[in-house]
Nanobody, 122 residues
Framework: VQLQASGGGLVQAGGSLRLSCAAS????????IGWFRQAPGLEREFVAAITWSIFSTSYADSVKGRFTISRDSAKNTAYLQMNSLKPEDTAVYYC????????????????WGQGTQVTVSS
């Protein structure tokens, strides 16, 4: 499975961005896709995830109510709609795919895309 993240950029606080994660290869093996982010000097953190077949979603508390994850199965693409952005959302955002439920529950993702930079100015 290959993942291509896109959609990052520079936005003012309060603005919105939509990230895309296009999957290719053995996409039928995907159980879920997640978004993670890493700010300078900090550890990578979970942002949101969506299961590929039953649309189940999960979010980090810090983004609940502001971010929405979705997916288009026909396009093998997951999206992260980010609204009401804050300066603390500034980070490199990565998408990742996991093949097995047990690994999904443990946060152990199998495949990672390259990051896309999101910068929120105050």
């Amino acid at each position: 499975v290959q993942l291509q993240a896109s959609g990052g950029g520079l936005v003012q606080a309060g603005g919105s961005l939509r990230l895309s994660c296009a999957a290719s290869g053995r996409t039928s093996s995907i159980y879920a896709i997640g978004w993670f982010r890493q700010a300078p000097g900090l550890e990578r953190e979970f942002v949101a995830a969506i299961t590929w077949s039953i649309f189940s979603t999960s979010y980090a508390d810090s983004v609940k109510g502001r971010f929405t994850i979705s997916r288009d199965s026909a396009k093998n693409t997951a999206y992260l709609q980010m609204n009401s952005l804050k300066p603390e959302d500034t980070a490199v955002y990565y998408c990742a795919a996991v093949q097995r439920l047990r690994d999904y529950k443990r946060g152990l993702y199998d495949y990672w895309g390259q990051g896309t930079q999101v910068t929120v100015s105050s």
